[in-house]
């Protein structure tokens, strides 16, 4: 894959957002439903950092497929999907950050529904699955050892 050097710098900035966001993120590891339901600003924390990290995940799935000369497409959701097509994910990490794309949609529009399920899910797994796909994502805009 063939990066501008500004889509590489564009790509690294957000990287280290979301890893920043992640280990903010691993104080609430451990939360409970109750405290999740019961503490209105624990939950706005834990919210905010998920939105973030879909948020620049999805930015960088945009950046990554637009130097591949694909269309990506313009729903989140999608353009997390197409990653595996594209080379650019496994198709389970394309998966889990289908979901993450589908939480973050939820958490944004639908703010008064109950989205324990998805927070957990996060907090538990699609975190690590974040991870990974960063650590992936900073060996293709790293030409050298750093």
Same mark, same amino acid.
């Given at each position: 894959?063939d ?10 900035? #957000? ?7 992640l280990?903010? &993120? %691993?104080?609430? #590891?451990e =939360? ?5 339901r019961s503490d209105?600003?624990?939950r706005?924390?834990?919210? #905010? ?5 879909a ?8 950046? *990554?497929?637009?130097?591949?000369g ?6 989140c959701?999608e353009?997390?999907?197409? =990653?595996?097509?594209?080379? *650019?994910?496994?198709?389970?990490q394309?998966?889990? &950050?289908t979901? &993450?794309?589908? =939480?973050?949609?939820?958490l944004?529009?639908r703010? *008064?529904?109950?989205?324990? %399920? ?5 907090l538990v ?6 991870? %990974?796909? *960063?650590?992936?994502c900073?060996? &293709?805009?790293?030409p050298?050892?750093?």
């Open positions: 894959m990066l501008t050097f500004a889509q590489r710098h564009a790509i690294r900035i #957000r990287i280290d957002v979301a890893r920043q966001e280990a903010d &993120l %691993q104080r609430f #590891r =939360l409970t439903r109750q405290q999740y209105r600003d624990r706005r924390i834990v919210e #905010r950092i998920i939105e973030t990290v948020d620049v995940v999805v930015d960088i799935a945009k950046i *990554l497929g637009s130097a591949t694909h269309p990506m497409p313009a729903a959701r353009t997390m999907r197409s =990653l595996a097509g594209v080379g *650019l994910a496994s198709e389970e394309a998966e889990a &950050l979901i &993450l794309a589908e =939480l973050r949609k939820t944004t529009y703010y *008064l529904d109950d989205n324990w %399920q998805g927070v957990r899910w996060f797994q699609g975190s690590q699955t974040v991870v %990974q796909w *960063l650590n992936r900073h060996k &293709l805009v790293t050298y050892p750093e």
